[in-house]
């Protein structure tokens, strides 16, 4: 029966049947089918290879049936039940693998080896000859654990990364396609810098993926071409232009990786695939297996019939010509326009960098991004958002230009509307910048009310905009001639300062007396009714947008927009940063996202708040701004406050909740935050890179100085992490118990993280590949890293650790120099 | 071929015969068809020039022909034949009305087309000119289209008077203009030209019937057409400050060096009236329309752009050639054709607006003449329209939108020029209404221009009615407005007795009072801080002599029984606030002054008493003071405009000179494409 299955083999097991011993391979048959089984109505993905094997293997699966359901039996109910036993550790390798996956692999372990009990019975008629003959075990304990629904993302990517056998990688490729898209997106960094600098077969493993996801979606292939350019710059630069991910890049940007719909189409883009590999035998596997992926796919095609690629084609096209193609003429209409929208992003931060003055800087700002307008609506979108959208304006006159020496980020509002599916919804119709008069002048008009609201309602279909504008203007040169009457119902509002009765009094022609000294006090206490927003300061620019609460930000932005009415109407912010390297930031993000996990995981309540980085090249991308909160540096400089006052200031006296909560929220957040500094080794922390915000938290920021790297090695800043007695303070003093629960979340946090070490060490270990980032220089940056964990220690040696490095830190003269340092520099308090 | 020309010259010249005639006739309708041959302009506007009356019926049905043939020659492929009978068609059409000054309009359209047939031929005429503005003729023939265009519509002096136009109207060339204004390569070459065409033909019988241009003017949203039109704009108006400032720094160079020879005795005013440069009317003209018409072009006014002229290398502006239609040469640059905008760090960004700012402040500082007085009159008008906007107003208040606007201030003697560079960054609006005050007090002269001041006030008014509503409170020092207002109010009743014989003064004085009034009783709603209004209560007080004598002159006059008695006894009433300010105050501030032994208080000190006084002042609140009638071009400005356009009208035909492109240039040309 193997050899039967065998040759008819999907695709993608045939790359790990060849290299491995034929029992392997047949065991990894099995698994499949086993998986077909068990996930089919869970695939989001169809694996293609095995859906075109699906008829053949129908037999096999039907002897098998039995077993699986016994399999999946055991696998639910015997879940919980059985105790840890650390015989298995034996085991090495799995086990230790086993262990970084967490708790819930900890308790499923039994599971497992409950499962394996039962499959061992299973096979023994089958396979006992072979298995026999298979000496070594380790094989098929891994394909257990490959096998098991508690192999996660973190687990493929750790083997793919460490194991040097080519099957087991050409296994984890084709595994991939299981994964949650979402959960593979995570390690997209990771799985490309594989592919750029590691050896042939984890490229070839990764490949048909990265293509496959390429073909289904423009944002993907974004994000692959923008992160394959970035990982590609450390190379030499000969190498690198016949690198692998320069190819792939390539590849990507020619945009011929579209949704496989037409079969015509297919045979060159697979040729084109096949360009990027070396010449060997492999070339005639690989394009077996991209022909059965197009076929498999345009079936399955045929088979929903709900794909809305397919359907909305035609819509899309005339669509997309309309706004687009008369925008960004002559270039592929797929990738073009985003490309070209991040472009024209970046040209501006390039131009800015140019000025002279911030104020220079913030009105050049203000009329590129005026000009940038024109262009929208189109089919562009944020990267950094996290659903799907249509770039429809940049409200220009919000953007702000950062705080930066010589760099020129900023920041800007981008009003976008919400859709299904970016690639396919239609393209917003442009509404120009006046139309919101016309909402706001004729309001109290029924009848312009309801043309209003079909224009609202019939958006999409809107080519009748000229019609109804026709009927809007006409009306419009009558109301120029006489138009007193707005006069009289504005002056109505108007006088809403004063009572009802005086507006009666007024039309009976009595005389109203006011008291001079009341106009006086009415301007004074509507002065001071605003005390939260910050002064305008031309030199620091962002100090007042970002005061600003978000929700209200919102919508005031909403009302001054054209599009505001919509209901799908979304505000995002970006910051774009050109000429700074964001891949450290990225790294960063990975590492706080998953600590976030982590500690979720663990329960213990840490609160930091990783902040969204899209890497575009090595030396330009855009972050995800945090929103409500402005750095320490600018609190202290506007409040002339101490941090603590600020906090009464703002939240209230000692005892009421609202002080409550955000001095608890400030705890976590800062003990969330030392660990991570603590971990990643994060420098420059000065007041400027804090962040606070409207509810307490501090948020580190910038993330440029981490691991092995630190600003201009002067060695300042030997503690563990900033903590100054302001920040203590805040916490209610040493003796608080705000501050004993400070250290506890420390502790706390320490212990959880060090049971799930591997998941963070890996993400820093990976892209150290081929890296020449300056926090992987020197050859101790992992070991390093690892150290940092005390996998040696017990719990009562942390609990010192963690008090001593409080006190370090507490006492730590260099904090303060550092901050005096950051204070004659760069003017930051 | 220049045989025959000579030939029927020779004729027509000495035997005004009508075979001559019809040969001259002939003549001229085949060197339209010939690709080589030349057209005598200068020859054919003067022969029908020269002929009477009778003469000119005689010929109608020549003219009638040839006017068909040139018709019939647009639609040529010989581009040359083309270019003659455009040129052509542009002499018949100016001789024929030169002949016939008086006749109506009716007469000169049988002339040139006869009666049944006009509206077939200008159908056709119009037809041809729309598809070759929007085709892909050569430049050149396209300038040529809107030469005739601006010939056929400045031919005679009162535009409305030209029944022609009726023709023009119905058969809109609307849609072409807008097309060379939104093609950036063609609204570079004739932006200028369609945007006063676009201008006049608006102006055509606007107040009699109904004008398709206006209605579609006012319904444009197009805004790459728009900002086409705002672009010609400002760079007409920038170019023009380039030139007055360019002139300027040559006429100091001057007098700088004359200065150091004459010690002391100067006279800046007599330099600066060497400066003069010609204003643009058409243009602004043209702006005006665009402003008040069309709702969507004030975003354009708002639209950045990097400032155009100024900091520009002149070097490339001076080759440009000398021969354009109006006398003014179109700046070479231009920006906005890219979009993205030049890299130079030096450049600062501008906007419409600015532009318009900063030429307003240039010609309305000098308005002894008649054309400058009216520049700056439409200039006021302009503001009026755009401080009535709702959304004109949200981009002037937004605090984000900061510029610096260098308005150019007249150098008078008991001032200092101010440093250029000193001026913050700030919201627009701040530039509206330095430019209000600087024009309020550099203009209080003997020849009172009563209607500027007017539309001042009211602007001013507008604005802060703006700010009252949407609560903007705005970072101005409103002193300076009010001290501006303060003096004013002096010389208008230092100037009394001249200013009444001309004017009736009370209308702004009560304008005034009135704005004083509402920076009393609204002053919560719109001023920055208390303390300016504690300001604006110590400058009351501390001129309390001005609104004193103010309210006895007003109280005498309309206790009088003069024709000013109700005028009067308004501003009476309306000083009742005012007044009760002084008199609350200033017995306070007296006794302050003898209880401490001081005789002079620091304004700290009155500002202390001020503080500490309000509770016992009672204010009275005035009706409607945030109520104003909103700008209407009819009845009131009708005349204005009326002369405005006839005096445009003969400046453009002045410069539509048939020769524009010299024969030679065109014959180049277009012997290589033929």
């Known amino acids: 029966m193997g050899d039967a299955v065998a040759e008819l083999v999907p695709v993608d097991s045939l790359d790990c049947s060849e290299s491995l011993s034929p029992q392997v391979s047949s065991e990894l048959q099995h698994s499949c089918i086993s998986e077909i089984d068990g996930e089919v109505p869970a695939i989001i993905d169809p694996e293609v290879a095995k859906k075109a094997c699906e008829d053949v293997l129908e037999k096999v699966k039907l002897m098998h049936t039995a077993v699986i359901d016994s399999e999946d039996q055991v696998d639910c109910s015997e879940m919980k039940n059985v105790s840890w036993t650390g015989s298995e550790l034996t085991k090495g390798d799995i086990m230790h693998d086993a262990r970084s996956a967490g708790v819930e692999i900890s308790s499923g372990m039994p599971a497992k080896i409950e499962e394996e009990e039962c499959l061992m019975d299973l096979n023994t008629v089958k396979t006992a000859r072979r298995r026999q003959k298979n000496n070594s075990a380790k094989q098929s304990w891994l394909l257990r654990l490959f096998e098991s629904k508690l192999f996660d993302i973190s687990m493929a990517i750790s083997y793919l990364y460490k194991s040097k056998e080519p099957g087991v990688q050409a296994y984890i490729g084709n595994r991939l396609f299981y994964f949650r898209n979402e959960d593979v997106d995570f390690y997209l960094p990771q799985l490309l810098n594989m592919y750029i600098h590691m050896d042939e077969d984890v490229g070839d493993a990764i490949k048909p993926y990265i293509v496959h996801r390429c073909r289904q979606s423009i944002n993907f292939s974004l994000q692959c071409a923008w992160l394959l350019g970035a990982y590609s710059s450390d190379m030499h630069i000969s190498t690198q232009r016949h690198s692998r991910g320069t190819k792939l890049r390539k590849l990507i940007l020619s945009d011929e990786l579209k949704p496989a719909v037409k079969k015509k189409e297919l045979p060159p883009i697979c040729s084109a695939v096949d360009t990027g590999l070396s010449p060997s035998k492999r070339t005639h596997q690989r394009s077996k297996s991209d022909a059965t992926v197009s076929i498999s796919l345009s079936s399955s095609l045929k088979r929903t019939a709900s794909n809305p690629k397919v359907e909305n084609e035609d819509e899309e096209l005339s669509s997309s010509s309309e706004s687009l193609e008369r925008l960004f003429v002559s270039q592929p209409v797929r990738l073009a326009p985003e490309k070209e929208f991040i472009k024209s992003l970046m040209g501006i931060g390039k131009r800015l960098a140019t000025m002279p003055t911030k104020e220079q800087k913030t009105q050049r700002l203000i009329s590129e991004l005026s000009l940038l307008n024109h262009k929208l609506p189109a089919r562009v979108w944020l990267p950094t958002a996290s659903f799907d959208h249509h770039v429809a304006r940049v409200p220009h006159t919000q953007a702000v230009v950062l705080n930066s020496k010589d760099k020129a980020p900023y920041l800007i509002y981008v009003e976008v509307l919400e859709c299904e599916n970016f690639e396919t919804s239609p393209v917003p119709v442009r509404i120009p910048e006046t139309r919101i008069r016309s909402t706001r002048s004729v309001e109290n008009l029924p009848e312009c009310g309801i043309t209003h609201e079909q224009r609202a309602s019939s958006f999409t279909t809107v080519p009748n905009y000229d019609n109804d504008d026709e009927a809007w203007s006409v009306d419009d040169i009558g109301e120029l001639q006489v138009e007193l009457p707005e006069g009289h119902t504005n002056s109505c509002d108007n006088i809403s300062q004063f009572s009802v009765d005086s507006i009666t009094s007024q039309e009976s022609k009595e005389p109203v007396f006011i008291a001079a000294g009341d106009i006086r006090r009415r301007l004074s206490e509507q002065l001071a009714h605003t005390p939260t927003t910050f002064r305008r300061d031309p030199e620091d620019p962002s100090a007042v947008a970002l005061k600003e609460p978000w929700q209200e930000k919102v919508r005031r932005i909403r009302e001054g927009s054209p599009y505001g009415h919509l209901p799908n109407w979304r505000l995002l912010s970006v910051i774009v940063k050109c000429g700074d390297d964001l891949r450290q930031e990225l790294l960063a993000y990975q590492v706080l996202k998953q600590l976030q996990a982590i500690w979720e995981q663990e329960r213990v309540p840490l609160w930091i708040k990783p902040y969204k980085i899209l890497v575009i090249s090595s030396d330009s991308g855009m972050i995800e701004p945090v929103v409500n909160a402005v750095s320490i540096h600018q609190v202290k400089k506007q409040s002339s406050l101490l941090l603590l006052d600020y906090f009464l200031q703002e939240h209230g006296n000692y005892t009421t909740e609202a002080f409550l909560t955000a001095q608890r929220n400030f705890v976590q957040s800062c003990a969330g935050y030392c660990l991570v500094c603590y971990l990643l080794q994060v420098k420059d922390r000065h007041n400027g890179n804090i962040l606070l915000d409207s509810e307490g938290h501090i948020i580190h920021i910038d993330f440029g100085f981490i691991l092995s790297s630190s600003p201009r090695n002067l060695g300042f800043e030997t503690s563990a992490f900033k903590l100054t007695t302001e920040f203590v303070d805040v916490m209610g003093g040493l003796d608080g118990d705000m501050f004993n629960y400070y250290k506890m979340l420390m502790l706390q946090g320490l212990i959880a993280a060090r049971k799930h070490m591997d998941r963070v060490v890996q993400i820093v270990e990976i892209m150290q590949q081929g890296s020449q980032l300056p926090c992987f220089h020197g050859s101790s940056t992992i070991r390093n890293l690892k150290e940092r964990f005390h996998m040696s220690m017990t719990e009562e040696q942390l609990q010192m650790l963690v008090d001593q490095m409080v006190d370090g830190s507490m006492r730590s003269i260099t904090t303060k120099l550092y901050d005096g340092f950051q204070y004659l520099t760069n003017g930051i308090m | ?674």
């Open chain 2, 1 to 674: 071929m220049a045989v025959l020309f000579s030939q029927s010259e020779l004729h027509c010249g000495f035997i005004c015969c009508r075979e001559a005639v019809d040969s001259f006739f002939i003549g001229h309708y085949l060197y339209i068809n010939n690709p080589a041959g030349e057209v005598n302009l200068e020859y054919l506007e003067s022969k029908l020039e020269s002929l009477d009356g009778e003469e000119l019926m005689n010929i109608k049905d020549n003219i009638n022909s040839l006017f068909q043939q040139c018709i019939l020659a647009l639609g040529e492929e010989h581009q040359i034949k083309v270019v003659n009978a455009l040129q052509t068609l542009c002499a018949l059409i100016r001789g024929v009305h030169q002949k016939n000054k008086s006749s109506s309009g009716f007469d000169i359209i049988n002339m040139l087309m006869g009666f049944d047939k006009a509206e077939l031929r200008m159908k056709n005429l119009m037809e041809s000119l729309d598809s070759i503005l929007c085709g892909e003729a050569s430049e050149s023939l396209k300038s040529l289209c809107l030469k005739l265009l601006l010939c056929l519509v400045t031919v005679t002096d009162n535009i409305s008077q030209n029944t022609i136009l009726e023709y023009v109207m119905i058969n809109s060339i609307f849609e072409a203009i807008l097309q060379i204004l939104s093609d950036t390569p063609s609204r570079r070459v004739h932006g200028h030209d369609a945007v006063v065409l676009l201008a006049l033909l608006v102006n055509y019988r606007k107040y009699e019937s109904v004008n398709p241009y206006i209605v579609k003017l006012s319904i444009v949203d197009d805004e790459t057409t728009l900002n086409g039109m705002g672009l010609v704009i400002s760079q007409a108006l920038a170019e023009y400050n380039r030139r007055y400032r360019e002139k300027e720094e040559e006429n100091q160079g001057g007098f700088f060096s004359t200065f150091t020879s004459m010690v002391g005795n100067m006279f800046i005013a007599d330099a600066d009236e060497k400066i003069s440069v010609q204003t643009n009317e058409a243009i602004l003209l043209a702006l005006y329309e665009a402003v008040h018409l069309n709702r969507n072009f004030i975003t354009v006014l708002a639209q950045s752009h990097p400032e155009i002229g100024l900091e520009s290398p002149p070097v490339s502006l001076v080759p440009t050639t000398p021969t354009t239609p109006l006398g003014t040469t179109p700046p070479s640059l231009d920006i906005m054709g890219t979009t993205e905008l030049p890299l130079d760090p030096n450049m600062q960004t501008s906007n419409l607006l600015i532009t318009f700012l900063k030429y307003s402040s240039i010609v309305m500082q000098d308005t002894k003449d008649e054309h400058r007085l009216n520049s700056g009159k439409l200039c006021l008008i302009i503001l009026t329209c755009i401080a009535e906007d709702q959304y004109a107003n949200a981009f002037l208040h937004d605090d984000n939108i900061n510029f610096r606007v260098n308005l150019h201030r007249m150098p008078m003697r008991h001032r200092k020029k101010a440093g250029d560079k000193n001026i913050p960054s700030r919201p627009l609006v701040c530039a509206v209404l330095d430019l209000m005050v600087e024009f309020i007090v550099t203009h209080m002269m003997k020849e009172f221009p009563m209607d500027l001041y007017l539309r001042c006030v009211q602007i001013v008014h507008k604005l802060i009615c703006y700010q009252k509503k949407c609560r903007v409170r705005l970072h101005y020092t409103w002193r300076e407005l009010w001290l501006a207002f303060i003096s004013l109010l002096k010389f208008l009743m230092s100037n009394e007795t001249g200013l009444l014989a001309k004017h009736n003064i009370f209308t702004l004085t009560l304008m005034v009072v009135n704005l004083f009034n509402m920076f009393i009783t609204y002053g919560d709603t719109f001023l920055p801080t208390p303390s300016s209004y504690d300001e604006l209560y110590y400058e009351i007080i501390r001129m309390h002599q001005v609104f004193d004598n103010l309210y006895s002159m007003v109280l005498r006059l309309s206790t009088n029984a003069g024709q000013w008695k109700e005028a009067a006894s308004k501003v009476t009433h309306a000083l009742v606030n005012v007044r009760a300010i002084i008199n609350h105050f200033n017995p306070k501030i007296e006794s302050y002054a003898a209880l401490n032994h001081i005789s002079q208080l620091a304004e700290e000190q009155v500002l202390e008493v001020v503080r500490s006084n309000y509770d016992t002042l009672t204010l009275k609140l005035q009706d409607g003071l945030d109520q104003y009638e909103r700008y209407s071009e009819q009845p009131k400005e009708a005349a204005f405009f009326k002369e405005l356009v006839r005096s445009i009208s003969i400046n453009v035909r002045k410069n539509v000179a048939l020769n524009t492109l010299s024969q030679e240039v065109l014959l180049r040309e277009f012997s290589t494409i033929s």
